[in-house]
T-cell receptor, first 111, second 114 residues
Framework: GNSVTQMEGPVTLSEEAFLTINCTYT??????LFWYVQYPGEGLQLLLKATKADDKGSNKGFEATYRKETTSFHLEKGSVQVSDSAVYFCALNTNAGKSTFGDGTTLTVKP | EPEVTQTPSHQVTQMGQEVILRCVPISNHLYFYWYRQILGQKVEFLVSFYNNEISEKSEIFDDQFSVERPDGSNFTLKIRSTKLEDSAMYFC????????????FGEGSRLTVL
């Protein structure tokens, strides 16, 4: 079956630090990959996506590259802000209608 | 910007009671989903719905759960006899197409079962 493994949290960084949240997956077929973000007290929002190998998704300074050879989709940002504090979920979809989520990684950015 | 809306935002109920959670998906979307997130845990798939029928469901979605699209806009999740372990945040989502995989989530309905 499909599964997503995320870097365990919580992650605490100072403002302007570099962020990496690791995500690896196992899937049958050719999945689309996603990062969702959940701000405190809110629902999940799509942050970025990539639908095929070597695609790079980007949004709000965040990036992730679909690496088929390493089955990874690591999330990166060069300089985090306090407002980036949230829970980040890696997810995949294999054309089967449902998405499979990782456990989530809590990021706290301190001023 | 179109959005998925859910009501209620928070419901407290006694064990054994029936609960209905309501969702209004984005109007031109065709695929609808319910997920749940027990506090501090992962987001879990419950059910997907297309063309007025369930297209897939997880092992969590047992006989006490049901979904319905009673009219052209609402999509509901009913829990017939709630248990303590049903306490969670329930998220409705919709998507325009099945194979894009991009889900648009509502803000969730927090269910607390006492």
């Amino acid at each position: 079956g499909n599964s997503v493994t995320q870097m365990e949290g919580p992650v605490t960084l100072s403002e302007e630090a570099f962020l990496t949240i690791n995500c690896t997956y196992t899937a049958t077929g050719y999945p689309s990959l996603f990062w969702y973000v959940q701000y405190p007290g809110e629902g999940l929002q799509l942050l970025l996506k990539a639908t095929k190998a070597d695609d790079k998704g980007s949004n709000k300074g965040f990036e992730a590259t679909y690496r088929k050879e390493t089955t990874s989709f690591h999330l990166e940002k060069g300089s985090v802000q306090v407002s980036d504090s949230a829970v980040y979920f890696c997810a995949l979809n294999t054309n089967a209608g449902k998405s499979t989520f990782g456990d989530g990684t809590t990021l706290t950015v301190k001023p | 910007e179109p959005e998925v809306t859910q009501t209620p935002s928070h419901q407290v109920t006694q064990m054994g009671q029936e609960v209905i959670l309501r969702c209004v998906p984005i109007s031109n979307h065709l695929y609808f989903y319910w997920y749940r997130q027990i506090l501090g845990q992962k987001v879990e798939f419950l059910v997907s719905f297309y063309n007025n029928e369930i297209s897939e469901k997880s092992e969590i979605f047992d006989d006490q759960f049901s979904v319905e699209r009673p009219d052209g806009s609402n999509f509901t999740l009913k829990i017939r006899s709630t248990k303590l372990e049903d306490s969670a945040m329930y998220f409705c989502a919709s998507s325009e197409a099945r194979d894009t995989g991009e889900l648009f989530f509502g803000e969730g309905s927090r269910l607390t079962v006492l």
